[in-house]
């Protein structure tokens, strides 16, 4: 006996459930949108106007100042002694980003290739600060570096700052270790090679895209970290976030366009730290673990 098909009609093509239906953008999303939109208009505005303000002679109650000068920029150099405090803020940065990097990579090659009791905890502590505001251990760790008579100075300002940017190292470089397949070093090390030569000459090459991706990403929180070098700076060891702070609040009269020129100064030294670090890092490399499965 057979059996006769009957062809699907175009209304009922419509309604198979195997199609999939045309989905209409909702309200809520044009409105997600429209204040995302807001906030970015208003942020580059007010960027914007710091930075036309840094340039003009005298702005009151006009869309632009009655005539633009330059020479807002060499009153806060000479005044705030810019070279002075971005000498200081390029030796913090630098040294942060290298005793970070000479601690943290070991420190993720133990805990991307070793398990132990206690490691999720451990991983746990090292988020803690990263995810918790600085102010709330910056104030102990302050008190406990003036105890010992470190904080004012460079030394305490590269230890306060050391706090959350060796973790960061850390939870940077173990996904990149994670990646490498540990059959190289096994194949390195029944080839002779000690522990020494397999780190030094077999895994190094393998992780400078890792250990360049830490060292931007630290160097950049490092230059913009504000309440660990607050509460941990003297006189001679002020980065150029913190002098920006002082220039605002601290006693005197000051023009306004020279705070402002300081001001577009730190904003233009962050913008051209964070392209530099979007164009050598992958942020998704951050997140991202890959596994290899066994193929049988």
């Known amino acids: 006996m057979s059996t006769m098909t009957r062809p699907v009609t175009e209304p009922e093509a419509r309604t198979s459930p195997d199609a999939t239906p045309r989905t209409r953008p909702r309200g809520w999303t044009v409105l997600l949108w429209l204040v995302v939109a807001f906030l970015f208009v208003n942020l580059a505005a007010l960027v914007l106007s710091v930075v036309v303000d840094s340039f003009g002679t005298r702005w009151f109650g006009t869309w632009l100042p009655e005539s633009f000068t330059t020479h807002w920029y060499a009153d ?30 070991p420190a993720s090659y133990v805990l991307a290739r070793r398990s132990f009791p206690g490691k999720r905890v451990l991983m746990l502590l090292f988020v803690l600060p990263i995810l918790v505001p600085p102010i709330t251990y910056g104030i102990p760790l302050a008190t406990l ?80 970290m504000f309440e660990l070098t607050f509460l941990t700076a003297g006189p001679s060891s002020t980065t150029l976030v913190v002098s920006l702070y002082n220039a605002v609040f601290a006693a005197g009269i000051r023009a306004n366009q020279s705070v402002d020129a300081m001001a577009t100064i730190y904003t233009a030294s962050m913008m051209v730290l964070l392209i530099v670090a979007l164009r050598f890092v992958n942020p998704t490399q951050l997140v991202t673990r890959v596994r290899e499965e066994p193929t049988e």
């Open 145 to 224: 570096l003036y105890r010992w008579h470190l904080a004012g100075s460079m030394t305490g300002v590269i230890l306060a700052n050391l706090v959350p940017a060796v973790p960061f190292v850390i939870l940077t470089m173990t996904p990149f270790i994670e990646q490498i397949d540990p059959k190289i070093e096994a194949a390195a090390r029944m080839c002779g090679a000690p522990t020494r030569v397999v780190f030094t000459r077999i895994l190094t090459p393998l992780l400078v895209p890792g250990i360049l991706a830490a060292c931007i990403l630290v160097l950049v929180r490092t230059v913009g």
């Open 76 to 105: 806060a150099w000479h005044e705030f002694a810019l070279s002075h405090v971005l000498l200081v803020t390029l030796e913090v940065a630098l040294a942060v980003v290298v005793v970070s990097v000479l601690i943290g990579v």
